[in-house]
């Protein structure tokens, strides 16, 4: 091998053979001027041109800096293997000895050369196309054992997997104590294992502890030198083999260790067929991103013993450290021969951080210690969480104690009312309240609760549309130390009942025009009355802080809501931080754009007046028009906002210059980059948040920086957060685990609900005795820098428009419908990238979309509701019995949601028509199409209100839920000129609807359809 040439020809690599005379060794003397490994360094990564130079160099280095001299042999891979330096280093030390004693070596011809032995082996094995050879009888097993393999393990990566590798990569290692190899020596025994198979096992329990799963595949190299005859053969013996690692079920490391034999012998038996074949065999999905099969490699070295004394003087082993890597991580385990041992990784540089390498190999020398000293303990048991990070993850990430400012907003209007009485409170399109007359009609509505029998601690509803007089009701019914439940006017009258009855509400406090919606036995308290008012000397209770402030109801997975139970100490917490975050002043205004139903909007409307701010309300249909919420902001100019990210989208793609001089507040869905370059462009500042109802509106919060990766962020005031596993064992920063959070704003529980509280608000393992925590599923990893990365839900969980839905509870609906026997819903991300529900159903009888997606209309939120429906015979399964979600067939247009295909009569209807086909991700539509029946929602309204403007024609959001039909919302659209859009078409009524007509607009219409 060492004097073969390796020209290329049109039949491939060509192997050529020198004469011995001719086969010259590359070898020069070096002085070394800087650092001997800076040059080790740079001589090692010099390439072969192996069709002039024999894949063989020889280096002597010198100089000042060299303790003697260093002997670098530099060999390519194509010629030799790890096994192949020790017969030729005993080759060099016979000639350096026989030389020095002037003669010639002589060395006994070797039994067979490494030509002889590739012969034999090709003879042998046969070709993949005969059935009886051994070469296909391997290939077929390999195909069998590697079926479904994992096309790429989930690795702690500090960056993201770059389209294409770059192949650099880093030498990380630790040295392992005398005592542990001699542990793992006596492991190996103890249960009929070889060294390799202990480290190999400890491999994959690292990887499973770090995330990657229960199927761990991976590669070891293996050399053919079972043959005495080439034990002292130069050579490229080596194949490469993928052992599978099965983790399931949580075993033991000793009965892991058993699997392992078995699997490997079972591997080693067949090790003859070519790595290559095997992967053309299996045809693993290929990019040219990751190695084919796996990408961990794991091996065994053992360095010779007898390197000591060559050359007749005292000399050692040095490893050159490579700047290459073949793998994403590359595990060896090298003995030096002498009774120690050291783990050398050599990481992609593309995904990994040497400190991070660094973390691995400790973590693997963790991971054999616990092995060895308790081999019965389960794999998921197995720590790889060092102290110092325990610390740093309990502690001094959640370092977040501070005093909390307790004083409740009712509190606060009045304080504001009694200071500056004429400073503007509350504003609603024409309505301008200030803090006296706030603080007024909050006494009035106190005293008339009282009046009707309203105590502390019971529970009343508030149904109103977004008027001054909601936010008074609100702070009313704190003031009287009751507990609020907001009722959105646009839910479902089935809905708003059941949350009247769950509840306990004893009293609802609403309007003349809403009275209708609810139960004819509901006392009922209207803010439109003029002639009401309370009993002079009607006395308002002292309200506390130790009470519950209101209950929130959010979606639940077995169909029915659960209210979560908020307190005011909750609320006070959360208060006193986002205070300090977002600082305002009786100079500042918030413009509040959430419904009353989202917990979100308890920060809207509480921080401004706990600072003497204004709260201005805009209208729902200001808020679904992108265009009109930039005119409102323009008009009002407020300096701050929250919204979610699809609101914000929405505004940046309208009105881009809405942004400037606001301070942003984003949350309640994943924040997307470009989004967040956006918001950090033109906005002053961009604070990106995450939490749950259950623990408070938000829980963690980041500063979003142009340039910077986007994050959740870290715990806010008094509050603990914790990345855990499913035994709630803490992960290491940069591995996937549930989120935990614990602390100040942990809410009560579910009302009335104790077996689910007591499922979802657990015991903190790691705080003050006592403490809870609530397990939120959504999974989340650690950065290096104390952030969390926000990554994902863990269950069957959505964020649809910032609300939070249980996939769960839209199926029971659908269940519920005559005729359907089974019901799945997922959330699938439309050609705007935005998450929209689709629900498929087995049915016993002709069901259509539009008669599913009126009944669920019935009983659910318009956002509850999906946009598309799938009829299917039967639903796609898993290998072990479940539904397979992912295999479920992407909707299309039926013949009952696609009007018949009319070509467009004028320029509106064609224009229309192609932005309907845009939005909704459709080849084509025609003019008597309908948005909704085809998929559209309230979110893809907002999408298609802009695309229409940007193709020249002017409608509202308005528009379409009133004329959703091509044909007759062109009627109504008109052309966008340089001077604006021209006058309403005659038809349109020139008088504005009120807020609860508006908000109910969308549930009108699917009921109607």
């Known amino acids: 091998c060492l004097r073969t040439l390796v020209r290329s020809s049109d039949d491939g690599p060509d192997p050529v053979l020198l004469a011995p005379e001719d086969a010259a060794v590359d070898v020069a003397e070096v002085q070394a001027a800087g650092p001997v490994a800076d040059l080790l360094a740079e001589l090692t990564a010099q390439p072969f041109d192996l069709a002039t130079q024999i894949p063989l160099r020889v280096r002597m280095i010198t100089g000042e800096q060299v303790d003697g001299c260093v002997l670098l042999l530099v060999c390519h891979h194509i010629a030799a293997d790890e096994w192949s330096f020790a017969p030729l280093l005993r080759d060099l030390d016979t000639a350096y000895r026989a030389r020095a004693a002037g003669r010639a070596p002589d060395w006994e011809p070797l039994p067979a050369q490494y030509s002889d032995y590739a012969a034999t082996l090709h003879d042998w094995l046969g070709e993949a196309t005969d059935p009886a050879s051994p070469l296909r009888r391997q290939l077929d097993y390999w195909q069998h054992a590697l079926q479904d393999l994992p096309d790429e393990l989930d690795l702690p990566t500090d960056r993201p997997r770059p389209a294409t590798a770059s192949h650099r990569g880093g030498l990380a290692r630790a040295e392992l104590p005398p005592e542990l190899v001699e542990a793992v020596r006596r492991l190996a025994a103890q249960h009929g294992v070889t060294v390799f198979m202990v480290v190999q096992a400890a491999v994959a329990v690292l990887l499973h502890r770090l995330g990657a799963g229960d199927d761990i595949p991976l590669g070891s190299p293996v050399a053919d030198r079972a043959d005495e005859a080439v034990h002292d053969t130069v050579g490229f013996f080596l194949n490469t083999l993928v052992l599978r690692v099965n983790l399931s079920g949580n075993p033991t490391f000793a009965d892991l260790l058993d699997r392992v034999r078995a699997v490997d012998l079972e591997a080693f038996a067949r090790a003859d067929a070519p790595f290559d074949a095997v992967v053309d065999t299996v045809k693993p999905p290929r990019a040219v991103s990751r190695h084919p099969l796996f990408q961990t490699m794991v091996s065994y070295q053992r360095r010779p013993s007898d390197v000591d004394r060559l050359f007749g003087a005292a000399t050692r082993l040095v490893e050159v450290p490579l700047d290459t890597a073949k793998f994403d991580l590359e595990f060896a385990f090298i003995e030096d021969g002498h009774g120690g041992a050291h783990i050398a990784l050599n990481y992609a540089a593309d995904l990994f951080d040497h400190d991070s390498a660094e973390q691995l190999v400790a973590r693997l020398r963790t991971v054999l210690e616990h092995a060895c000293a308790d081999p019965c303990r389960p794999v998921a048991g197995v720590e790889v969480v060092s102290g110092a990070e325990r610390r740093r993850l309990v502690s001094e990430w959640n370092a977040t104690g501070r005093p909390v400012t307790a004083v409740r907003p009712d509190r606060a209007v009045a304080e504001w009312a009694r200071r500056v009485p004429g400073a503007v409170a509350v504003r609603c399109g024409g309505a301008v309240w200030s803090y006296a007359r706030l603080d007024a009609e909050v006494e009035r509505l106190a005293g008339l609760l009282v009046a009707g029998g309203v105590r502390p601690g019971q529970v009343v509803a508030v149904l109103l549309p977004r008027v001054p007089e909601l936010v008074a009701a609100l702070l009313a019914v704190q003031r009287v130390g009751a507990v609020y439940v907001p009722l959105d006017p646009d839910f479902p009258a089935e809905r708003l009942a059941f949350m009247l009855t769950d509840s306990g509400a004893v009293t609802v406090v609403t309007t003349a025009t809403l009275e209708p919606t609810l139960p004819q036995d509901t006392a009922r308290i209207c803010v439109d009355d003029p002639d009401l008012r309370p009993e002079p000397g009607t006395a308002v209770p002292s309200a506390t802080v130790d009470g519950a402030a209101y209950i929130l109801y959010t979606s639940g997975s077995t169909g029915r809501p659960k209210g979560v139970v908020v307190s005011h100490r909750n609320l006070a917490n959360f208060l006193t931080d986002m205070a300090e975050r977002v600082p305002m002043g009786p100079e500042d205004s918030w413009l509040a754009v959430t419904t009353v139903s989202f917990d979100i909007s ?60 606001l301070r942003v507040l984003v949350g309640g869905e994943a924040l997307p980059a470009t989004l967040a370059e956006t918001l950090a462009e033109r906005a002053v500042e961009v604070t990106n948040v995450y939490g749950p109802t259950e623990t408070t509106i938000w829980s963690t919060a980041d500063r979003v920086r142009s340039g910077a990766p986007v994050t959740i962020g870290v715990p806010m005031a008094n509050t603990r957060v914790y990345v855990l596993d499913a035994g709630l064992r803490l992960v290491p920063p940069g591995v996937a685990g549930e989120l935990y959070i614990a602390g100040e704003g942990v809410a009560w529980g579910y009302h009335g609900r104790f077996d689910l509280t007591a499922q979802r608000f657990v015991a903190d393992p790691y705080g003050p005795p006592g403490s809870r925590m609530y397990r939120t599923g959504d999974v989340v990893r650690w950065r290096s820098d104390g952030r969390l990365d926000f990554l994902g839900r863990a269950d069957f969980q959505v964020k649809i428009r910032g609300f939070r839905v249980e996939l769960g509870e839209i199926e029971t609906a659908l269940a519920r419908i005559d005729g359907i026997s089974q019901a799945v819903v997922v959330a699938r991300n439309d050609s705007g990238n935005h998450q929209r529900l689709v629900g498929y159903v087995v ?130 659209a008109q052309p966008v000129t340089e001077e604006g859009p021209a006058a309403p078409a005659p038809e349109e009524p020139l008088v504005s609807l009120d807020a609860n007509q508006l908000a109910q607009l969308e549930s009108l219409w699917r009921k109607r359809r």
């Open 602 to 661: 308890a920060l809207e409307l509480y921080l401004p007046l706990l600072a003497g701010a204004t709260v201005v309300l805009a209208a729902p249909d200001t808020v679904r028009d992108p265009a009109a919420l930039a005119d409102l902001i323009a008009a009002e100019r407020p300096t701050v906002m929250q919204a979610t990210p699809t609101l914000w989208q929405m505004l940046a793609d309208t009105a881009p210059h809405a942004l400037h001089g």
């Open 843 to 972: 049915a016993e009888r002709l069901v259509t979309p539009r008669e599913l997606r009126t009944a669920l209309a019935e009983t659910l939120p318009a956002y509850m509701v999906p946009s598309a429906f799938v009829v299917v015979d039967e639903f796609p399964l898993t290998a072990n019995g479940k539904i397979d979600r992912k295999a479920l067939p992407d909707p299309t247009p039926t013949a009952d949601n696609a009007a018949p295909v009319r070509e467009p009569a004028t320029e509106a209807e064609a224009a229309l028509c192609a932005v309907y086909a845009e939005v909704l991700g459709l080849d084509k539509v025609g003019a008597d199409a309908d948005f909704f029946a085809l998929g559209g929602d309230s979110v893809l309204t907002l999408r298609l209100v802009h695309r229409a403007r940007s193709a020249g024609w002017e409608i509202s959001a308005r528009h379409v839920f009133r004329h959703p039909v091509v044909a007759d919302l062109a009627a109504v």
